[in-house]
């Protein structure tokens, strides 16, 4: 297992921020990777279903991973983990001078910045990692610590991927 975990997942894993906003038929190619890792290791046969072996793996599917790298880059950046060039991207609602007595300035929802061309702009680094963390859920947004956040991010992502 170790092996398959160091020669597929990581290199599905490297660099998979940059997929944020890629169209799904694009993903299932990277999908279909993990489907093989995951027969590889139970050593199934080669059209048996996946998905029960993804969940047994307890590994997110390929957009989750997505946004569970886009989420944590916000946190990170958010707590001062990572240069100050990435973090200045990042604006929360709250630092909006005219926005104090609003619900949304108690939040940590984060601004979307607007880009001139929608095809391109959604793919942005700022605004698909602003979408992704402001898509999260209040409480995953508030944990004290990385691994505390990582863990929440990775239990909420897992259940929602496999109730859908």
């Known amino acids: 297992m170790t092996l398959v975990v160091a020669l597929v997942l990581t290199k599905l894993d490297y660099g998979n921020a940059v997929l944020a906003g890629t169209p799904a038929y694009s993903l299932d190619r990277l999908q279909s990777v993990m489907h093989c890792a995951a027969r590889i290791i139970h050593s199934s046969a080669r059209y048996d279903h996946a998905t029960q072996l993804l969940i047994d793996l307890h590994w997110l599917s390929v957009p989750e991973r997505i946004m569970f790298k886009l ?48 095809s391109v702009g959604d793919h942005a680094f700022p605004v698909a990692t602003a979408c992704a963390w402001n898509s999260l859920p209040a409480d995953i947004r508030e944990p004290s610590s990385l691994d505390i956040f990582k863990s929440c991010l990775k239990s909420w992502l897992f259940k929602i991927t496999v109730v859908t």
Not at 78 to 101: I, M, P
Request: glycine share 4%; hydrophobic share 40%.
């Open 71 to 118: 989420s944590t880059l916000v946190y990170r950046c958010l707590n001062g983990v990572v240069l100050h060039y990435l973090a200045s991207k990042f604006h929360r609602v709250s630092d909006l001078t005219g926005q104090k007595r609003l619900r949304s300035s108690t939040t940590s929802l984060l601004i979307v910045p607007r880009m001139r061309l929608v």
